[in-house]
C-alpha cells in the first residue's frame, strides 16, 4: 500500500479542474504553510471569543483612519496632471468631448462563422505607451455589438485623431485584429453627432460599421488650462469569475473573483521609465527564488504565469463596466457581499494588488489556503520583474465621517518592497481616478497597521479553529474516516 499525497488525491477526483492547476501546485510549500485555514468570511456563527476579535479589528481600523484624516491639512494645490495651470490657454483652441461608442454591425468573422469582438480607441498612435486608451467589454458570439461604452476626453486640440479598433478576443491567445477605423476630433464635432463609421481590415478591405456618438464642447476652466490632453473617466473594469479556484479556496459560492482596473494617469504619476518602478525585492528570499536566474526560478514563473493567465482569462462569465465613483467601487468588490450579508464588517476584507502600466490587478486576501496562495503580488503582475506599486487594501464606508468609502491602502509586498517615499502617489492616482474617494495610504510599518494586521491573524486563527476542514490540500492527510491510499 502507497500512501496518496492530498494533491494527487483532489485531482484524480476532480476532472473538471484544468490542466493548469497543475502548474499551481508545483509551488504550493514557497507560497505559504502547510496548514491552510478557511476563510473567516463564511456563514458559521461565531463564538464570543471571536466576536470580540471582530469588535477590536473594526475599532482598531476606525482609530487608525480617523487619526490620519484628522491630520491631512486641507489642500487645493490642483494636480499637476489634471489642474495645472499654465496660463492663459485659449478655449477655443481645444475641445472636451463625451464619446459615446454604441455597438457595431457586421465586423468581419473572427471565429467560425461569428466573433468575440470588443472595441479600443486611442487618442493618438496605438503604438505609442503615453497615448490615452480606452476598451469596451467583449461581446461574445455575434458580429453585432452593442456596447454603450461612454468616454470622456478633456482639452482635446483641433484635428487630433481617434483611432479605434476593432478584435476578436481569444481566451488562450493573442487576440485578433479584426479592422480598424478613425475619427477626427474638433471645431467639426461641435454639439452632438451621430457617426457610421467603415471597418477597414488589415488587408484593405472594407466591412462592417462602427457607431460612434460624439458631443463636442469648447474646454473652459480647468480643462482649457491642461496643459495636454486628458481623461474624464470612467475607469473601465473586468471581473473575472472562477469557479474551480473557488472551490480549492472552499468558498460558499465556488466562486473566486480576479479583478483588473484599467487606471488613468498611471504614466503620469509613476513615469515611463521602468527603471523608476519598484524592481523585485533582491533582499527578500522568496522573490530570489522567484526571479532566480535558474530552473527553479523558471518554473515557479513559469506556473505564476499559468496562474495569471487563468485567473484573468475572458470568458462569458467575465463581468465588463464602468467605474465613476467611490460607490461604484464599492458595488462592484462588495455589492454581492452586502446583498446577502448586509451587517458584514467590510474592514475585515483584505485584497492584494499589484499596479502596472496596463492598471491594478488585484483579488481578496482571506484566511483560506488556496485564496492566500492565488493573491501573491508576482502573480498578479504576472510574473513582471517591476510593478509602479504593489501591497494590501481594504475598502469599506467610515462610519465616522458621514459614511464616506474609504480606501486604506498600504506596500505590504516583500516580494518588490514598495518605498514608502512613493506612498503619496498611489493615494493620488486613486483620487484623480475617484475625486470622491477617501485615501489614507500608509507604510506597512506603520504601527497601528502592524497591529491590524496581528489582530487579523488571530482572527483568522480563532474562526480556523471553529470551522471543519472539508478537505487538506497540501500535506498528508490524517483523517482516518477517509480511505487515502490505494494498492501499488
Known amino acids: ?92 483652441k481645444t475641445w472636451d468631448f463625451s464619446i459615446i461608442f454604441k455597438g457595431a454591425e457586421e465586423v468581419p468573422v473572427g471565429d467560425l462563422l461569428t466573433s468575440d469582438p470588443f472595441l479600443e480607441a486611442y487618442l493618438g498612435s496605438p503604438e505609442d505607451p503615453q497615448t490615452l486608451s480606452f476598451i469596451t467589454g467583449v461581446h461574445w458570439k455575434t458580429l453585432n455589438p452593442v456596447w454603450d461604452a461612454n468616454w470622456k476626453l478633456l482639452n482635446v486640440f483641433d484635428g487630433t485623431e481617434l483611432e479605434i479598433l476593432i478584435k476578436d478576443k481569444n481566451k488562450m491567445k493573442e487576440d485578433t485584429p479584426l479592422g480598424k477605423a478613425s475619427l477626427t476630433l474638433g471645431s467639426n464635432l461641435e454639439g452632438t453627432q451621430e457617426h457610421v463609421l467603415e471597418i477597414v481590415r488589415p488587408e484593405g478591405r472594407k466591412k462592417g460599421r462602427v457607431l460612434v456618438q460624439t458631443t463636442g464642447t469648447r474646454s473652459v476652466d480647468k480643462s482649457a488650462a491642461l496643459t495636454k490632453a486628458s481623461t474624464g473617466g470612467p475607469v473601465r473594469f473586468s471581473r473575472h469569475t472562477s469557479y474551480a479556484a473557488g472551490a ?112 491594478v490587478y488585484f483579488s481578496e486576501t482571506g484566511a483560506a489556503f488556496f485564496q492566500d496562495f492565488m493573491s501573491k503580488h508576482a502573480m498578479h503582475a504576472n510574473r513582471a520583474t517591476e510593478v509602479m506599486f504593489s501591497g494590501e487594501f481594504r475598502l469599506f464606508r467610515d462610519e465616522n465621517h458621514n459614511n464616506d468609502w474609504t480606501l486604506l491602502i498600504d506596500n505590504n509586498s516583500g516580494t518588490y518592497s514598495p518605498k514608502k517615499e512613493d506612498l503619496h502617489k498611489v493615494k493620488e492616482v486613486f483620487e484623480l481616478n475617484f475625486p470622491d474617494l477617501v485615501v489614507v495610504a500608509l507604510d506597512h510599518d506603520n504601527a497601528q497597521l502592524k497591529e491590524i494586521r496581528e489582530v487579523t491573524k488571530r482572527m483568522e486563527a480563532e474562526v480556523a479553529a471553529q470551522q471543519k476542514q472539508r478537505f487538506s490540500l497540501f500535506g498528508s492527510i490524517n483523517n482516518p474516516a477517509e480511505d487515502t491510499s490505494y494498492e501499488a
Open 1 to 92: 500500500m502507497v500512501e496518496a499525497d492530498n494533491c494527487s488525491l483532489f485531482l484524480s477526483s476532480s476532472s473538471f479542474l484544468p490542466i493548469r492547476f497543475l502548474h499551481f501546485f508545483r509551488i504550493h510549500r514557497f507560497f505559504a504553510s502547510a496548514q491552510p485555514a478557511p476563510s473567516f468570511h463564511s456563514s458559521l456563527i461565531l463564538l464570543p471569543s471571536v466576536m470580540s476579535v471582530f469588535h477590536s479589528l473594526h475599532e482598531k481600523i476606525s482609530a487608525l483612519v480617523h487619526h490620519h484624516r484628522e491630520k491631512q491639512v486641507e489642500e487645493t494645490v490642483d494636480s499637476a496632471v489634471v489642474h495645472e495651470v499654465v496660463g492663459d490657454i485659449n478655449p477655443n
Open 248 to 359: 480549492l479556496t472552499r468558498e460558499n459560492k465556488f466562486e473566486f473573483y480576479a479583478y483588473r482596473v484599467r487606471l488613468y494617469h498611471l504614466l503620469d504619476i509613476f513615469g515611463t521609465d521602468p527603471r523608476g518602478y519598484q524592481h523585485w525585492n533582491v533582499d527578500y528570499d522568496a522573490a530570489k527564488r522567484i526571479f532566480g536566474d535558474n530552473l527553479e526560478g523558471a518554473n515557479i514563473r513559469n506556473a505564476l504565469h499559468s496562474q495569471h493567465s487563468y485567473l484573468y482569462r475572458h470568458g462569458r462569465t467575465t463581468t465588463y463596466g464602468a467605474l465613476a465613483t467611490a460607490t461604484d467601487v464599492g458595488d462592484l468588490l462588495h455589492g454581492a457581499r452586502l446583498k446577502g450579508k448586509p451587517d458584514q464588517d467590510l474592514k475585515t476584507v483584505v485584497f492584494t494588488y499589484s499596479i502596472t502600466p496596463k492598471g
